[in-house]
C-alpha cells in the first residue's frame, strides 16, 4: 500500500524543508510526496528537491502562480493512490505517522 502525501507549497522555503525532511525520515517507505511549487520566486526551493534524488518525490512547479486555492485543488488532483494526506508547508509529521495510517487503514478497511 502506498499513501499520497500532497504538499502545495508557495512559502517559508525553511519551513518547507522541514517538512520534506519530516517525511524522509519516515519509519514506513510506503509513501509518495507529491509536491507542487506554486511559482514561488526562490529557485532554491527547485535545486534542493532536485538534489534529495529520491525516486519517491514527484516535483512540480506551477508557471504562474495559481493562488492558494487552485494550487492545493491541483496538488490533490495529483494524487493517484487510494488514500492520502494533505500537508500544509510548515506541517511536521511524526516519524511513525504513515506507518500508524497504513495500520489504521488495514485495521479499518471500510
Not at 37 to 48: I, L, R, S, T, Y
Request: with cysteine; proline share 4%; charged share 20%.
Amino acid at each position: 500500500m502506498i499513501i499520497d502525501i500532497a504538499l502545495p507549497f508557495h512559502g517559508n522555503v525553511q519551513l518547507f524543508k522541514k517538512t520534506v525532511l519530516s517525511v524522509l525520515a519516515q519509519t514506513s517507505d510506503s509513501w509518495r510526496l507529491l509536491i507542487l511549487n506554486d511559482a514561488h520566486p526562490d529557485k532554491e526551493v527547485d535545486f534542493w528537491v532536485t538534489k534529495l534524488n529520491d525516486k519517491r518525490i514527484i516535483y512540480q512547479r506551477n508557471e504562474n502562480n495559481l493562488g492558494p486555492s487552485l494550487n492545493y485543488s491541483k496538488c490533490v488532483e495529483m494524487t493517484s493512490a487510494n488514500h492520502c494526506i494533505i500537508l500544509g508547508a510548515d506541517d511536521i509529521m511524526c516519524e511513525d505517522y504513515v506507518e500508524k495510517m497504513i495500520i489504521a487503514i488495514q485495521s479499518y478497511p471500510n
